[in-house]
């Protein structure tokens, strides 16, 4: 296995890594899209991801990694099982999955088991890359050209959090709830409005023109070239400490409270913004209450909010296709003003 | 004060360059994956055929890729011919996992279609293949890339994601034979000897696990590369891989300014999109490094710049020795130089213009065609029934087939047993995606107001055609000529951008325009891509096509470009726009064969409409 580049040693990319840290502590905000151009460290942070989190439990032997704390909506295999006899876990790192931008459907949402259909004769069911994202993150580099039959499987799978397989005499369903990482160049071809409504967040990241900034993150990834595994163990401590914080924050979230009145802060923004739907507000308030928790604290401050806004909001806003002014800006205006009144 | 260019001639010459392209060959050697690998662009000759020569004596593991290539044999699979002939499972090895520890060689990269790239990028970045459906485990790879690219010069290169990754640029397109001539001679009798003995490559190997750059000399890598209006920080990464590389090949631990001049040359020069700015405009910028790194030094003097390239080649020649610890700041200067002095002078000419851009001139072609509709490219077959437009994909069906042999008990007929369910079918992109040619009269003539009119028409289309996923190419044309606004793009934010920059006034080159616009369409139907041309203009050329006023010469040549347009057969609407619009623009419009509509005050939604009926002219 290939090393990753520790996540505590990104230097800059405040916004990106702030955003990761939230989907981490509540995925259910539903993924972060990064928008910038190349080599900015979109990849290495996403790849990094799997430091962030501790290893989960899972059914040993499923190819899905049910969990088996939650035997309801488990996978065909998990299903099949006999219910009386004991459950052997193990413990397993999250997954970071790729997802090639040439990728087949047949890949994606998986297929008939070809090697065990020509030794055995069985038919089976080969899960693909849907599965192998069950409880993990999915990532899409370039997410903005993908390929539109593809992107239509993903807006299903991403919303209903379960794959229906129908096809080649197969009938299966399997769940796949991940969180949905995508990146791309937006000079480079526009997002499908429908796909980027699955992201939660959203994020913008520029080269860092800062020569210090630059040099020091040059010398880090020189280092980790150079001795992979002695840069991950310097860094070890760093990346323990971000763990245990998300996961502080993890056990937080449910204790954070949300009073009333930022609940019309939230919706009084999404108004004034004419965000499509109410997925926005919840959104918004997911992520505020988890970058609460993450901050440790136990009740959701309009500072919370101020910096979470942008993140949420700039995505959706209905826009001028040929308006270019940064929406970020537009959303943080709004927020003042809100906040004022 | 401004700078001098360094003369171009004072070290682009060809047998450097050549030089430097057996350089990195002995680079990869020591290092074949550190920095990515190499993007040659080079036309098929001799000079190319050399350097593959002494690639292939290398004695690396060399995989040739094809263009053809499915996805099972690059990253391992079933072996579909052999196990459909001996009913038997049988399982291939990639071509990415046998490139292990060796190279894998890209013939006609700029060719490969992103459904190729995108896994071998991955492979590349991570040092392993993804997991397949048939093994679980990633199995660990690494390898360099050699792309070879035989674009030419006005067309796409290598595909962005691709291109970024591979440290070394080499660009041999104008090397003739007789450059490289020093050293042919006496390589046609034995060779050339690039490949290290295997004692001086564990040696170098060795090596480069210690080399070590100080923080001036990443601080000066760092500073010539924004200086060069290089944004991605892969860049200057790669360059020191390449650095410490070069260094390891000539038996030293520490970085020397010959190591960065070379990684300069070869990853930052090629790369370069603006001409570093001056010393008193770096000032103002947000970092400037005099703060961090001794500030008494004064801004360089141009004729200091302008040495540092020969007193590098010389330093080379003599022995080192320990010379005085050069400053981040010499570093940087001494880097710079050296990769403007590597640049060819028509580059150099288009980096003075373009100061101070920003962005890369072309976002890539691959981003376009990829997510657009192309006619008569293949997508991946479908399960389906044949008949009406549906074709059998023959290939698919016999693979969705394959497994079931045994259960259809086929072995007793002796045939392969297919069934209906077993039927795939090729399937096409629909509708072939189109571009806009918009050719925008911006002279004098056109009046400044009426181009502002034309700009709001204009940005309408733009919408419109964002709606129907279409791309949009602008030539603009005032003055002495014609000039490529925005290159067929998807983006509306970029050609709004180069809309609203763009300035009117002059006569009126209307040959020049389309010629251009020819051009642009000819390689747009390369791409496969439908182009339609729509002219804004009152017709009335007083500029030739060698950019000299006469309005008679200006006429017929635009007459016989217009022809030129009409016998390449695409569609072309003509709006003329003069005030009151006479026989000239229509006379030209029908020359053209293209759809004439005056509009003496443009309308923009009676025209988004005519273009409506231009592009879709049976319904």
């Not at chain 2, 892969?234 to 990684?263: I, T």
């Not at chain 2, 509709?373 to 008949?387: A, D, F, M, T, V």
């Not at chain 2, 369409?521 to 009335?540: E, K, Y």
């Amino acid at each position: 296995m290939a090393l990753t580049f520790p996540f505590a040693a990104i230097v800059g990319q405040d916004e990106m890594t702030l955003a990761i840290q939230v989907v981490a502590v509540d995925p259910s905000i539903g993924g972060v899209l990064v928008l910038g151009d190349r080599g900015t460290g979109k990849s290495t942070a996403v790849r990094a991801l799997a430091d962030l989190l501790p290893p989960i439990q899972v059914v040993k032997g499923c190819p899905y990694r049910c969990d088996p704390a939650k035997p309801a909506g488990a996978c065909p295999v998990c299903q099949a099982r006999d219910p009386k006899s004991k459950v052997v876990t193990e413990r397993q790192s999250v997954a970071v999955v790729d997802l090639p931008l040439g990728a087949t459907e047949d890949r994606v949402v998986g297929a008939l088991d070809l090697e065990k259909a020509l030794s055995q004769g069985v038919k089976s069911f080969a899960p693909g890359l849907l599965a192998q994202a069950h409880r993990g993150f999915l990532y899409i580099d370039e997410v903005n050209l993908l390929d539109d039959h593809l992107v239509d499987l993903l807006i299903d799978v991403a919303a209903s959090g379960e794959n229906l397989v129908e096809r080649e005499g197969l009938s299966v369903r399997h769940p796949a709830r991940f969180v949905l990482v995508g990146s791309g160049n937006p000079e480079e071809g526009e997002l499908r409005p429908q796909l980027l409504d699955r992201f939660g967040l959203s994020v913008q990241v520029r080269t860092p023109q800062d020569l210090a900034l630059r040099v020091s993150i040059i010398k880090r990834r020189d280092a980790f070239d150079k001795d992979p595994t002695a840069f991950k163990a310097l860094w070890h401590k760093d990346n323990q400490k971000l763990q245990k914080r998300i996961l502080k924050a993890r056990e937080l979230l449910d204790q954070v409270e949300v009073s009333d009145d930022m609940l019309m802060l939230c919706a009084r923004l999404c108004q004034q913004l004419g965000t499509d739907g109410l997925r926005a507000e919840l959104t918004l308030l997911r992520a505020t209450r988890a970058f609460a928790a993450l901050q440790g604290h136990k009740a959701v401050k309009p500072e919370h909010l101020q910096s979470m806004a942008p993140l949420a909001l700039r995505h959706r806003l209905r826009r001028n296709p040929l308006d270019d002014t940064d929406s970020g800006a537009r959303v943080q205006r709004s927020v003042q003003e809100v906040l004022a009144a | 004060m401004t700078r001098e260019p360094t003369p171009p001639e004072a070290s682009s010459e060809p047998l450097e360059r050549w030089n430097d392209a057996l350089t990195a060959l002995q680079l990869l050697q020591i290092d074949p994956h550190g920095f990515g690998g190499v993007c040659l662009r080079a036309p098929h000759g001799p000079v190319r055929e050399r350097w593959l020569q002494a690639l292939a004596d290398l004695g690396l593991g060399l995989v040739k890729v094809p263009g053809s290539v499915d996805s099972e044999r690059l990253l391992g699979g079933i072996d579909l011919a052999h196990t459909l002939q001996t009913g038997q499972l049988h399982m291939q090895a990639g071509l990415l996992q046998q490139a292990d520890q060796g190279l894998v060689c890209l013939p006609m990269a700029e060719r490969l279609s992103p459904a190729l790239l995108a896994p071998l990028v991955q492979a590349l970045e991570q040092g392993q293949v993804p997991p397949t459906r048939h093994s679980a485990e990633p199995s660990v790879t690494r390898f360099g890339v050699v792309a070879l690219d035989e674009s030419l010069p006005d067309e796409p290169g290598v595909g962005a994601a691709l291109a970024e990754r591979l440290g070394v640029w080499l660009d041999l397109h104008e090397l003739s034979p007789s450059d490289i001539h020093a050293d042919w001679t006496d390589a046609n009798s034995e060779g050339l000897h690039l490949r290290l003995s295997p004692g001086a490559l564990t040696r170098a190997r060795d090596q480069l696990a210690h080399v070590q750059a100080n923080d001036d000399q990443m601080q000066a890598l760092c500073a010539a590369a924004l200086g060069l209006g290089i944004g991605s920080l892969r860049v200057p990464s790669l360059a020191l891989r390449l650095a410490c590389a070069h260094a390891a090949l000539n038996g030293r631990q520490a970085l020397e300014a010959n190591d960065l001049g070379f990684a300069a040359r070869c990853v930052l020069a090629p790369r370069a999109t603006q001409w570093p700015a001056e010393p008193s405009a770096q000032e103002e910028e947000p970092a400037p490094q005099e703060d961090v790194t001794s500030p008494q030094e004064p801004p360089p003097q141009p004729s200091e710049n302008a040495d540092q390239a020969p007193d590098d080649e010389a330093e080379k020649d003599k022995d080192p020795g320990p010379p005085p610890e050069p400053s981040a700041e010499d570093l940087q200067e001494m880097m710079v130089a050296a990769a403007l002095a590597s640049l060819p002078p028509h580059m150099l000419d288009a980096l003075m213009t373009r100061q101070g851009a920003n962005s890369p001139q072309s976002s890539g072609r691959s981003g376009q065609t990829r997510a657009g509709s192309q006619r008569g490219r293949p997508l991946p077959p479908r399960p389906g029934r044949p008949g009406g437009q549906a074709r059998l994909h023959v290939l698919a069906t016999l693979r969705a087939a394959a497994p079931k042999q045994r259960l259809r008990q086929a072995h007793s007929t002796g045939r392969v047993a297919i069934r209906v369910e077993d039927f795939h079918i090729q399937r096409y992109q629909q509708r072939a995606s189109s571009c806009l040619i918009l050719a925008l009269d911006a002279s004098g003539s056109a009046a400044l107001q009426r181009l502002a009119e034309a700009k709001g028409a204009v940005e309408l289309l733009l919408q419109q055609s964002y709606a129907r996923r279409d791309s949009v190419c602008i030539v603009a044309f005032r003055g002495a000529q014609a000039q490529l606004l925005l290159p067929a793009t998807r983006s509306l934010v970029r050609a709004k951008r180069a809309m609203t920059g763009l300035p009117g006034g002059g006569g009126t080159p209307l040959a020049l325009a389309l010629k251009m616009a020819h051009e642009q369409a000819a390689q747009l139907q390369r791409q496969g891509v439908t182009p339609i041309l729509v002219v804004l203009s009152d017709g009335r050329a007083n500029v030739t096509l060698q950019g000299l006023g006469g309005r008679a010469q200006a006429q017929s040549d635009a007459q016989s470009w217009g022809q030129q347009w009409r016998a390449s057969g695409h569609r072309a609407l003509w709006i003329d726009t003069s005030i009151q619009p006479d026989a000239q623009a229509q006379q030209l419009a029908s020359t053209m064969g293209a759809s004439y509509l005056p509009m003496p005050q443009v309308q923009s939604q009676r025209m988004a409409s005519a273009i409506e009926r231009v592009r879709s002219p049976q319904v």
